[in-house]
């Protein structure tokens, strides 16, 4: 895919109020900024990454040690920093281009796909979400109410036609607080689609403190291993001569992982979603259970914010299949593999896992829910 993702970071972060500046404050563990780019990098249909920085940033950046990445030195405004990224990526035949704010980190891989599935037809795509709030406008010492139907609250990443955009940013005469805007001063269409509550902004220094709600769950599952299964360790199909009992495909892994995020979430558990009474569950992959909770969980307005997993087996060996697993359940659970991580663990021979008679897998898993 010829496609470009521009990650803008050039502000001065006056709002913000901090020593650090803004896209290098540590948010949920790490930098902000490499929130974003984690994640682009994880999509893995990028041709082309790009960060804007302000050129008084230097210092931070090259603590982070990134990359693979394009560096490109920001101008006084947004759309100075815009235009000089969307112009070093000239010569590299892109197609499509996105543009996403540092200040966002909590988008979601699924809203990538949505925006390039849109992108086929359209030449701009923007998120949006709508208010439940009354809005109302004040001009002098009148104040009128506005329909709260036609407000949007515009996000990014949005998505863009790179030529036509490029072409607009050349023909840009005033300050604009977003790229669409271009598209719109131009009379041009532009589709909105659905936006993402987790994907807030981050503005003022209190944004960055726990301002949402973290929750925590334990998932725990155990399976004898026999002759003549197969086994599926966190959605991989392993080689092996002995595979786990269950009545799904008996991946421990997913089932655990499935049970801690259902947990964190106060919504059952695994057994209560997806009886083993249920005959249309017999032998189905647990990877499509555990997408079914995802959809769940995220329709309640839940973001997973880490997984951390320990498989207990005394074979196979885990360590080379991680990345795999990792994968796997990174893009099931919409998150980056960076979210994730996997330990193998023995029992030094010990016991029915010692023996090689089961497998077993531990989980605990944090998710955040927007106050």
Do not use: W
């Amino acid at each position: 895919m010829n496609s470009c993702f521009i990650i803008l970071a050039g502000g001065e972060s006056k709002r913000f109020n901090s020593k650090i500046p803004k896209p290098y404050h540590i948010y949920k563990g790490k930098p902000l900024l490499l929130h974003s780019i984690d994640a682009a990098k994880s999509y893995g249909k990028f041709s082309k990454i790009v960060i804007v920085i302000n050129k008084k940033h230097k210092s931070y950046i090259h603590k982070l040690k990134i990359k693979n990445i394009k560096m490109v030195m920001g101008g006084k405004t947004r759309a100075e920093s815009a235009y000089k990224g969307l112009k070093s990526i000239q010569n590299y035949n892109i197609k499509n281009v996105l543009i996403h704010d540092a200040a966002r980190p909590n988008f979601s891989l699924k809203l990538l796909d949505k925006l390039y599935k849109e992108l086929k037809l359209n030449d701009c795509v923007i998120p949006a979400i709508q208010t439940s709030d009354s809005i109302k406008q004040k001009s002098s010492n009148i104040i009128t109410n506005l329909k709260r139907e036609n407000i949007y609250l515009i996000q990014t990443p949005q998505a863009f036609n790179y030529k036509k955009l490029y072409a607009l940013q050349n023909e840009r005469g005033i300050e604009i607080t977003d790229d669409a805007n271009l598209f719109v001063r131009a009379g041009k269409k532009i589709k909105i689609i659905k936006g993402e509550l987790g994907n807030n902004k981050i503005t003022v220094n209190s944004d960055i403190k726990f301002n949402n709600l973290i929750k925590f769950g334990l998932g725990f599952d155990v399976h004898r291993l026999v002759p003549n299964k197969k086994l599926y360790i966190g959605g991989i199909k392993i080689p092996s001569p002995v595979g786990t009992l269950g009545h799904s495909d008996g991946d421990p892994v997913l089932h655990a992982v499935t049970d801690a995020i259902l947990g964190a979430c106060s919504m059952g558990d695994i057994g209560e979603k997806f009886s083993d009474k249920n005959k249309k569950f017999k032998n189905i992959r647990s990877t499509i259970l555990l997408s079914e909770i995802i959809k769940q969980t995220e329709k309640s307005g839940y973001l997973i914010n880490n997984i951390d997993i320990n498989i207990i087996t005394q074979k196979p060996k885990i360590q080379k299949y991680k990345k795999q697993i990792t994968n796997c359940i990174a893009k099931i659970c919409h998150i980056s593999p960076t979210q994730i991580n996997i330990k193998g663990k023995t029992t030094e021979k010990l016991g029915v896992i010692g023996k090689e008679k089961a497998i077993a897998c531990e989980v605990i898993a944090s998710v955040i829910k927007n106050d």
